[in-house]
């Protein structure tokens, strides 16, 4: 176990100074424009998890931003997808859509979880559990499918966002 005086040495106090010079400027610069910081620290979490091993980071930076392309990707797929499953997008409470929102989700997610699975070995800088585990949260975090209290349907909400309120 390291000693009260190791822990503070010179190293570990100039890494500290640059990531809170780091993390005051990411939320300096994001929060003005209204843009999420969490992700940030969520890759900053795998770091502290991983040990701070150097050699982690880019599995972890790239993958975490492959999982965070991921829920841009998916809001393509959802919208190419849907109406081939008879869901209308303009029509995003009918029960059709909401349904078929669902199971187009499920395909993206089944084939997201399978390509970790087959392509681990192959890039595992892209495809491994970082790249999952920001995808599961940010899409915890962003799609959400919810009874709307203005029309008592089901519809889709992105952001605090809702289809028939208009906010």
Same mark, same amino acid.
């Given at each position: ?6 822990? =503070?040495? %010179? ?22 424009? /209204?843009?999420?910081?969490? +992700?940030?620290?969520?890759?900053? #979490? ?8 150097? %050699? &982690?980071?880019?599995?972890?930076? $790239?993958?975490?931003?492959? *999982? ?10 959802? *919208? ?18 909401? &349904?078929?929102?669902? #199971?187009? %989700?499920?395909?993206? #997610? ?5 390509? $970790?699975?087959?392509? %681990?070995?192959?890039? +595992? ?6 790249? =999952? ?5 940010? *899409?915890?975090? #962003? ?6 209290? /203005? ?17």
């Amino acid at each position: 176990m390291a000693s009260l005086a190791s822990a =503070f040495n %010179k190293l570990n106090v100039i890494f500290l100074a640059l990531l809170l010079v780091l993390i005051m400027a990411g939320e300096l610069i994001l929060e003005p424009r /209204h843009l999420a910081t969490w +992700p940030a620290f969520l890759i900053m #979490i795998f770091f502290f998890m991983s040990h701070m091993n150097i %050699k &982690e980071a880019p599995a972890i930076l $790239i993958g975490s931003a492959f *999982g965070l392309l991921n829920l841009v990707l998916i809001t393509y797929w959802v *919208g190419a997808t849907v109406p081939m499953l008879g869901g209308d997008m303009a029509k995003v409470t009918d029960p059709h859509t909401v &349904e078929a929102m669902f #199971i187009s %989700k499920l395909i993206y #997610i089944a084939l997201f979880v399978s390509l $970790i699975v087959f392509l %681990k070995d192959i890039l +595992p800088w892209v495809f491994n559990n970082y790249a =999952f585990m920001c995808f599961t949260v940010a *899409g915890a975090c #962003i799609w959400r499918i919810h009874n709307c209290r /203005h029309c008592s349907t089901y519809c889709c909400r992105i952001r605090q966002w809702c289809c028939c309120s208009g906010r």
